[in-house]
Every structure is written in C-alpha cells, then in structure tokens.
C-alpha cells in the first residue's frame, strides 16, 4: 500500500514532458488537439500551420501590398505579429501595412486605436486610419442613438467592409488580410445556415474572397482556433485590447457563439468539421445566386442598384432607420421625419490601382 | 353596439337590419367582448392557441394535407405497396401512423365502392425495435413501453395492422451490447445505435416481405440532423438523409418532412392519440446540444426550424434520392415525366458509401482510401480495407483508436455481416484472390 501511495506521489510530482519534443516541460494543453506541449512547441506549431495556410493556399506573391485589417483586437494585433514574423522568416517579399477602421464608438474604438497606435511603433508597419465620420458623416455612436441596439452590427459591418476597401485603395494595396478565425467561420456557416442565406453559405468557407471585385481579401487564420489565438497572445505578451464591442449584446451571432463554445467543450474538432461541412456543401448549380454589379450612387461593387451602404446610408438620413433592414421596404408615406441631416454634395474619390471609386450623392 | 335613427350620420349599424346578418353581426359583437377568435380557415369554430389560429378541425386538416401532399407528389406508395411503418411510440410516428392509417381506410372504402377493385390496396405494417439490450441508456421502462405500443396498435379502427416487436440484438448473430459498448464517444455511440436500428428495420422489411418503410421523421427532427450533420463534418453527405426518397437501402425510407415536432405533439394532444411519453435523461453528446440549441432558437423565433429545412433543401440530392423508373408506374401519365430521369450534361458515378453510416464519401475521402489501399496492395485484411472504406466521421468516433480498450480486430469481429458487406474495396478485388489468400 505505501508502494502505491508512494508511486502515485511521484507521478503527480514528476512534470509531464512535452509530446512533441519531450524535452522540456509541458506549460499547455493546445485546445485543438488537447496535446500537452511546451511553450516553444506551440509558438511553433502555431505558426507553422499558418504558414502552410498560407503557402498551400497561394494567399500571397512577392512584392504584393498587404492592408491587414487592425482593430487592435486579439486576432489582428496577432495577425499583424505573425504575419511580420513569417514575412521575414520565410521571405515572402510582402510590404505589410495596418489599415484600421474608426467606427466611432467613444470609449470602446478610441480605446483600441491606441493598441493599433502602438503596433505601429512595435511592429514597425505604417498605420492608416479611415474614419466613419470621414466616409459617412455618422459615427456608430450617431448611428446607435437613432436606431437604437437592434439592427446597429448591420450597420457596422456593411459599413466596416466598404470602408476597408476604400482605405486599402487608399494606401494602394494589392490585398486585404483580415483576422477572422475558425471559431468566426464557423459561426457565420451556423448563421448562414439559420438565416436560410444559400449564398453566403456558398462563399463564407472561403479563404480568399472578392477576387473578381477591386480588392480580394483572405483569411490567413481560417483554420486556427480563437483560444490558441489568446494563448500565443498570453505568452508572448503581446499588447492587444481586449474588451468586447459596448453595443454588441444584442448581436444575434451570440447564439451561434454560445453553441460553438459548448460544441467545443464535448468535441474541439468541432470547429473544423463546421468548416469542412461548409466547404463541402452541395450547393445546387440552379440555385439562383445574385449578379454582382457597381452600385448607381457610389461605384461600389453592389447586387443591387445601389450598395447596402447607401441603403442604409439614405435610411439614416431621411430619418428612416428600418430602410434596408430585414426583407420589407419602407414606403414613403410612412415616412416619419426625425431629425434631418443633409447628405454635403461631397465627391470623394479614391484613384485607386483598380480604378477610380467615386462616392456622391 | 348602439343603434339610432336614420338622421344619425355615424357609420353605426341601421336599426332595420334583422335577420341572418344582424343574427351574424349580433354574434361578432358578443365574440368581440368575450374576446373569442374564430379559425382564420373556416371562421366558424373557435380558433385554439396552439394551433396557430386555426381551429381542432382546420389544424388537422393542415397536418393530414401535408402528409398528402408529400406521399402523393413524391409518388410514395403505390397500390400493391407493403408498407412498413417504424413505430417507436413517439408523437411524431404515431402521427405518421395515424395518417397511414386513415390513408388506407380511404383508398378501402373506395376500393369496396368500386364496381370494377381492379387496383388493390396497399397493405400496412408496423414495427417497433426494442433497443433496451444493447445500451443501458435505453433499458429503462422497456416492458411499460412495448406495453403501450401493443396497446396503442391494438386500438386503431379496422383494416387491423401486424405488429412486430422486434429485439434488435436477435436480427444479427453479434453481441450488440458488447459492440456497442466499446464505442468511448457518447455522439459515437448515439449515431452507431441509429445505424443499426436503419440495418435492422430494413432486415425486418426484407425479410416480411414489404417494400416500404415510413419512418416518422418530421421537419423539427431534420433540422436537429442538419445542425448535427454539419457540426460532425458531414456537408457533403447531408442531403442524402433528409429527401423523402432514399433508395440506399434495399427498402427505400419515406420519412414525413413537412411539419413540425411542435405540431404533431398539439395534434396527439388534440385528438387524445396515444403516445409514448419517455423521460428525458441529461444528454453528454453533440445530438443533445444541438438538440437544446433548436429548442432554443425555436422559442426566439417559431420558424426558425423550417428555415433551416428551406436551407438545407437547397442543397443538391443524391441520384438514389429518386425511385427508378419502373416505380412510377402508377403513377398518373401526366405526372410521370417530373419523375422521369433527366440527363443534364455529364451523369453523376454511383457513390461510394460508407459501410456504417451509408454516407456517400467526398472526393478527398474517396482519393485518400483509394491511396492507402494501392500502398497496402493485395495483401491488405478484410478488417483494413473496412476501416478505410469509412467515412472521416465513423474513423473518429466509431471505429476503435488504439487507447481503446477493444481492438480493431475485436470491434470489427462483432459487427453486423450486413454492415461488413456493404464494404466495397474488397469485393471490387475478391475475384482477383487465390484461395489461400
């Protein structure tokens, strides 16, 4: 009996060895795989596997001008990192810039811009800053107070996406790098899946997308896990914000994420097989897919006549806020006059690589 | 509601009006202040809240014409149809039950009324599979169960049904409790039991001799196997389960598609059907989340379910989701050639199925067993060529990994034969084999 006591002692006391070299202690159990590796083990399985993303999947070629979407958040402080890192190490020959997005959320967005700000000096890439305020002439927090907390992420994310563009041809790049994870492509299959949009379910698996429009944008961190993302950034002590968006409880992705976290818990692989299953969807070739085209009002890529974003745009302008939310359109005699803001006749325009974008009224 | 004089200007109900509309109107009036709704169908019966404004009536005519419309446009049974339905007692296949029945009790009335009975009437079964031997999970409150079912089968109105009570584990010659209970994953093991009572309900079928087998499948139960088909990484074979048609199997399955859990259960409610009502036990695995996630998205939004069914049906079907030709012919001339195959550019190959779950393998599955097989060359074991006929899914949490405590040899000694001869890379060479080998 004091034999097994005793042997029971020492192999808890005896430090588990890394399964990978099994040479140094084991400090992690890696959420994809529940293997129990040491730090450098997963520093460099970490990048390694991006790595092969990004070389089996022909992300980039030398000399492109890389835009890497920075919010200051985990993802894209982290993106920024490794992206710098394998640039260098492996010699990719890619001019890397940081390109962040002012939505103007006080307390939230001003908070993060001054992670982006000190990137810029840490990992030495210029910053560009395009602003709502700029683009729109509404900020989120403008926006929020005349929508209310429902529809604001629609907003945001539609406006987000052309203002991304519109500063990566600012700075004339040849590609946007976004930090969208596993976790975030397969919440959007479940989303997608849900919402019955068979389209977006046809591009979502995606790594690279938008290569027919003015800018493609792709996804190095496709088939990497959120919680890897946090332990690179925990252990390599890199400076990120981490607080949530203040207007985002509402969002209805919360219910996918809540599913995919519990999914994750029962079965880590979870998270690919979601992105496996989406890339593997049999997607009816009659199915009818919407025509790209350029928006009439502003020259953006658009399946409609004008873009989302003068939609939504001329809805918070005439004091319509439902105006292109959901499926229903507004008819004009329900117009309720609110507070009037009137749209400057402002041409904006972007001389761009890939042509000229204007933006007018 | 106050009646004046002809001077009276307001748009108030003249003091002459009598008869049938002022009867009618008198009515509308009272119903207003006792705040009764009519059915939003036929306005005459009051509408009941759970059926969605209609009324008792109404409501199961919605369910009944659903089923109609499902079996009649997918040309599903047929007049010299034996049909088998698999009753497990719950509210959705004692509806389908239901509704199988009172489909046979028309189509006999007709036939007794017909001068000429030159077509027959189909014939219907009903199975239940006791599972009770071969998982614990499933051992409680068997005997109150299949007491219930007999009762429940028993009690329908003439034409009488056979009934079959079925032990899944004397169907094949292995121990199914030992089988499945080396399976470690709770998802694993959940899935591996549904493939076996699909194997074992077609044995039935085949060997009594019917030809069709109705499983009561509703809208709300695809919708779980849609979340829980993607979540397992089974895109590609999704659609393959969840058309009305299935001809995998020697006895195609039909299930019932359109309506909704939530809707069968108001209408066992309704009309008092007997139904097997079984306690709910904490659930470990995938099916279970995914099962309280639908339950959750169905209380922020009542339609989310059939969204996801909308969604899924765009996806493409498999070539056996459709009858061959010779089938359909019953079915009326006019509508014979929507069931007729049409050609469009290049046929699709047949598709290579995984032995267990019958899934159709995607390209990579298909390249990377055909890979492994040319590497191991003739020499390769039944048991090797079984395992790599499986789909990524089985591989993971099926088949046996070495910290199991069964080994691959075992977990493969006691499956089903049917299941192992489903297995199609050795009997694509077995004809190339000497005896010795």
């Not at chain 2, 049917?418 to 010795?436: A, C, G, H, T, W």
Request: proline share 4%.
């Amino acid at each position: 009996m004091e034999g097994v006591e005793a042997s029971e002692k020492v192999k808890r006391t005896t430090p588990r060895l890394c399964s990978l070299c099994n040479q140094r202690k084991a400090a992690l159990r890696r959420p994809k795989t529940l293997e129990q590796i040491c730090r450098e083990c997963f520093y460099n399985v970490f990048e390694d596997e991006i790595h092969r993303v990004i070389v089996e999947n022909n992300l980039f070629k030398p000399g492109d001008r890389i835009a890497i979407g920075a919010s200051g958040g985990k993802d894209s402080t982290v993106l920024a990192y490794v992206l710098s890192e394998l640039n260098k190490r492996h010699n990719y020959g890619l001019d890397l810039f940081l390109l962040s997005i002012d939505e103007g959320i006080t307390g939230y967005r001003d908070d993060s811009l001054e992670t982006v700000k000190r990137n810029e000096i840490q990992y030495g890439l210029p910053l560009k800053i395009v602003s709502y305020k700029e683009l729109y002439q509404w900020t989120m927090d403008e926006i929020v107070k005349a929508i209310g907390l429902k529809n604001n992420c629609t907003f945001c994310g539609v406006f987000r996406r052309q203002a991304l563009d519109r500063g990566a041809a600012l700075i004339q790049a040849d590609k946007i790098v976004t930090g969208h994870n596993a976790d975030d492509i397969a919440e959007t299959v479940l989303l997608n899946i849900l919402r019955g949009d068979i389209a977006r379910l046809s591009r979502c698996t995606s790594i690279t997308t938008g290569e027919d429009g003015p800018i493609p944008r792709c996804k190095p961190f496709k088939y990497t896990y959120e919680k890897e993302i946090v332990m690179y950034a925990y252990f390599k002590k890199l400076d990120y914000f981490s607080t949530e968006c203040i207007y985002s409880p509402n969002a209805y992705r919360g219910f996918a994420r809540e599913f995919i976290k519990d999914l994750e818990r029962i079965r880590p692989r979870a998270i690919l097989d979601i992105i496996r299953s989406g890339e593997d969807f049999r997607i009816s070739t009659t199915t009818r897919m919407p025509e790209q085209g350029t928006c009439q009002q502003c020259g953006y890529i658009s399946s409609q006549k004008l873009c989302k974003a003068c939609v939504l745009l001329e809805g918070l302008n005439r004091g319509l806020p439902k105006l292109g939310i959901g499926r229903k359109k507004v008819c004009s005699g329900e117009d309720q006059v609110q507070s009037k803001r009137h749209l400057e006749n402002k041409a904006l325009s972007f001389h761009g690589k890939h042509g000229n974008v204007e933006w007018k009224r | 509601m106050a009646v004046c004089g002809s001077a009276c200007g307001s748009n108030c109900v003249p003091k002459d009006t009598e008869g049938e509309e002022g009867e009618r109107l008198k009515r509308l009036s009272l119903e207003e202040e006792n705040s009764v709704r009519r059915c939003t169908k036929c306005a005459e019966e009051e509408a009941r809240k759970e059926c969605n404004g209609l009324c008792a009536g109404c409501f199961r005519a919605y369910l009944y014409g659903k089923f109609k419309l499902a079996v009649t446009s997918n040309a599903m049974i047929s007049p010299t149809d034996k049909v088998l339905v698999a009753f497990s007692g719950g509210p959705s296949s004692r509806v389908a039950l239901e509704f199988i029945h009172e489909m046979q009790s028309k189509a006999l009335a007709c036939w007794d009324a017909s001068n000429s009975q030159a077509l027959p009437v189909f014939t219907v079964g009903v199975v239940f599979m006791e599972e009770c031997n071969i998982s614990d999970e499933l051992s409680d409150q068997a005997d109150d169960v299949i007491a219930q079912i007999r009762s429940i089968v028993s009690g329908l109105s003439p034409p009488s049904k056979d009934l079959r009570i079925v032990p899944m584990e004397s169907l094949f010659s292995s121990d199914l409790r030992k089988l499945v209970g080396s399976i470690n994953d709770a998802t694993g093991r959940e899935d591996f039991v549904r493939h076996l009572r699909m194997l074992s309900l077609q044995k039935v079928a085949f060997e009594f001799g019917y030809n069709k087998l109705v499983l009561g499948l509703s809208a709300s139960g695809i919708a779980r196997h849609v979340l829980s088909a993607t979540v397992k990484g089974q895109g590609y074979s999704l659609p393959a389960d969840m058309q009305y048609v299935d001809t995998r199997w020697k006895a195609p399955v039909l299930p019932i598609r359109d309506c909704l859990e939530q809707e069968l259960v108001t209408l066992c409610n309704l009309e008092s059907l007997k139904h097997v009502q079984v306690h709910d036990k904490p659930c470990t695995s995938i099916n279970g989340l995914v099962s309280s996630f639908i339950a959750r998205l169905r209380e922020d939004n009542s339609s989310r379910e059939h969204t996801i069914l909308r969604t899924a049906g765009k996806l493409k079907p498999f070539n056996f989701n459709k009858f061959s030709s010779n089938q359909y012919e019953y079915v009326p001339s006019r509508l014979r050639p929507k069931f007729q195959f049409i050609e469009t550019g290049e046929p699709e190959s047949p598709e290579v199925l995984c032995p267990i779950c019958a899934s159709p393998l995607t390209a990579t599955e298909l390249a990377t067993t055909r890979c492994s097989q040319q590497m191991k060359g003739l020499n390769i074991k039944e048991m090797e060529a079984f395992y790599l006929s499986c789909c990524q899914s089985c591989h993971f949490q099926i088949l046996p990994k070495e910290e199991t405590s069964m080994s691959c040899d075992g977990f493969f000694d006691l499956l089903p034969k049917p299941m192992v001869k489903r297995s199609l890379l050795r009997d694509e060479i077995k004809d190339y084999l000497l005896e010795d080998s």
